[in-house]
């Protein structure tokens, strides 16, 4: 009776399920960072940041018996099978701006800010070795592209942050934030990913989300308060294609209810 990897690790916690010698996850992301604080006025001060992020990397991982037609080795699919070591790739680039400015008047503090951030990345996927090519009458090389897409997101936001204090024992809150976002993601030709299995899209959303506040001390030990707040954002990546199959599974689309075929 075979066992479970639940039962091997209770028997030998230290168990590795990982036969491939070469199974590797290598990947760089520098930070480069420049912060700036100024004070204007005993009430008034700036704080400003830049950063920069460049991350290159891969993984490389074994995979027996696959349909080479999802490598691009194979016309058809389900018409020829191998074990083959793949590497899967990813170069970004990630700028960005944050500044605020904080102003601290009679009645409160009063914060005004901003973030800006602009972000690409390249996937692609590489066959790096594929066992018994000459008897599939395959016509292989070592590092053949078998997908590729991009992503660029970009953020635009504002917001306005004022807490008055109009009695020692009031404080009203008033928050204004502001985003636009706007997402482009781009499939281009890699092995079989041609014509009708190329996808792109492009989303933009615009969100403004206040919030308003107010707390009354009653006394040193009691306090009412009171929050109307309204929140959006946007999805996240596994929303915008399934959880277990994404961009770089061929045949798979978007989650978009409407789709064109260009």
Known sequence: RSRGLGDVYKRQHQHNPISYDNEID???????ELHHSYLIADDLNMKISLFYIHGKGFYEQFKAGRDLWEYGLADEPDA???DLVRQKWVRKNHFGWIGDLHWQHKMGKMTVGSYISLFDSDHWGEVKELM???SLN???QSGQKYYNYIGEKSYYTAFLKEILQPTPNL?????LHYQKIKYEFRQKAAGNFAGE????YQVDYDFFNPRFGINYNLNEAMNVYANLSLAQREPGDDELFDIWDGPDDLGVAPLFADADTV
Do not use: C, G
């Not at 290598?26 to 480069?32: G, T």
């Open 26 to 32: 290598q990947f760089s992301q520098p930070h480069y």
């Open 80 to 82: 020829l099978e191998a």
């Open 132 to 134: 018994t090519p000459d």
């Open 138 to 140: 395959i016509n292989f």
């Open 171 to 175: 404080s009203l809150m008033l928050n």
């Open 197 to 200: 299995y190329l996808n792109s």
